[in-house]
């Protein structure tokens, strides 16, 4: 059996300001590169969801590897990027 985490980096971050919380710094870099490293540091492949600002996104998960898909439909909630 092959164990991997999921990524849900799709949200809008509404409640977090003008900002895009993911890509908001924390210790001098975007704050979903911390949730990326964590799963790197932990042997798992990832997959990472994308929806807002998704190729800025990518852009910053992209030294991680992981394989990247988009919710298309991710302002309708979090079940949406969990479905895609």
């Not at 490293?37 to 969801?49: E, S």
């Not at 994308?50 to 298309?72: D, I, K, S, Y």
Request: proline share 5%; net charge neutral; charged share 15%.
């Amino acid at each position: 059996m092959t164990v991997g985490a999921i990524l849900l980096a799709a949200g809008g971050s509404r409640r977090f300001g003008a900002e895009n919380k993911l890509l908001a710094a924390l210790d001098g870099r975007p704050l979903v590169t911390h949730a990326a490293l964590a799963i790197t540091d932990a042997g798992l492949p990832m997959i990472a969801v994308l929806g807002h600002e998704a190729e800025a996104v990518r852009a910053a998960l992209q030294p991680f590897g992981p394989a990247f898909v988009t919710a298309r439909d991710w302002a309708d909630g979090m079940g949406r990027s969990i479905a895609a």
